[in-house]
DNA sequence: ATGAATGTTACGATTAATTGAAATACAAAA
DNA sequence: TTTTGTATTTCAATTAATCGTAACATTCAT
């Protein structure tokens, strides 16, 4: 469970980080809103704790940049400022929380909790086959982090494939399921994007997760469990 | 696909009941805990829905009654509380996911999907003999996790035999299965590939479950039940 | 011991899968 | 609209795996 905390107020920082280690959590810290977007950009955190007034970047923007990088990280605000306009401000921008100063450090670690459940919760089904990361909602082909860039038909082979694991799959079915027609019996479509798909897994050495059933069809074995 | 939504919220069952539906599935409901136990025992559901605050009887104890009544139905629990304590005694009392209130209908919809879908994967028609396991959804034959590749003409005399366990076969009636096409009368091919499969059984002491019958044919007898 | 039934083996035939390249379809940009 | 680039499909050639046959060996029952 790694967090960071952004604030410039160094002895704040020093006790929070103490208090939050304690309870668990990997606490890495910045201390302008510069060097907090590098950091949030670079890792891969379960939850961001951010002051709005920071040197180089308020927290606005910060919240602002974060999400146009495509994080979707929950993030808690911390602030002096207690007026309605500042919270809305803040959570228009993107913020999922807000702690006004001073706080009970408690409330601080209750609300990370609830905040790094609520998102562990809400995350969307996902595909997994063990390096091999499929998100049908943003249809995306992930090894480690790493997109790899399916095209249509690819994607859709994969996806059945990889939500029936293990399942063998005739030529028929897929061609009835991705195509929505039935099969003539003589294309060999098929087995042409099955080879495009393994083209593409290959570099990652998962090309073997697409497995022939000679005479039968294709499945996914995942090599991790079986 | 007939699913159930036990939630004394009317409104809410209404919305849900209509989402549902258009997704495909049969919705019934109820709203209390005694007539969702009523129901879930007296019918076939594939999966239950229900709201932890219910009247006459709450979430907790409906979920172990339906255990108790023998039900293995996955069953996702809705609710408003969002402590760790809840989810733990919900899934403790035998729950197969959470989903806190306020939800996007189409995270619900996911997880049920996914719910169904692991349940009757789960499921799958095994055969079993002895150590031998055969899963022809799969394709594989395993003895101990232990997989023994087999070919498409191997597999399919197995799974006949396996099916029916102990039932003698004549070459006949295995050309007529497997082939699909009527037997000449002259050729040796069942004896040939009864070789084979033995020839990769025999290496797990497993060679004497193809056992002949002189005269008549084959059959598999299980080594621990005859 | 003998013949019928079954088991074993090797090999050519056959079928299935993979691949590369070219043709077609499709969609975005000019 | 035409152009242009990309995606998809088809076709043919190659490679690989499986299958069936037939000849021969072995076993079993009498």
Known sequence: MKIIIIEDNRDLVQVLAEGLSESGFIVDSA????EGLDKVVKNEYE???LDIML?????????EKIREAGKDTPILVLTAKDSIEDRVKGLEAGADDYLVKPFDFRELLARINALIRRHTEH?????QCGPLVLDPIARECKVDDEIIPLRKREFDILELLMRYENQVFSRERI????????YDGTSNVVDVHIKYLRDKLRPYNLEGIVATVRGVGYKISCPYRQ
């Open 31 to 34: 201390y302008d809103g510069e």
């Open 123 to 127: 995350k969307r089904p996902i595909l």
């Open 55 to 63: 040197p180089k970047m308020d927290g606005y923007e910060l919240i």
């Open 47 to 49: 939850c961001i704790i």
């Open 175 to 182: 061609i009835a399921h991705v195509w929505k027609k039935e």
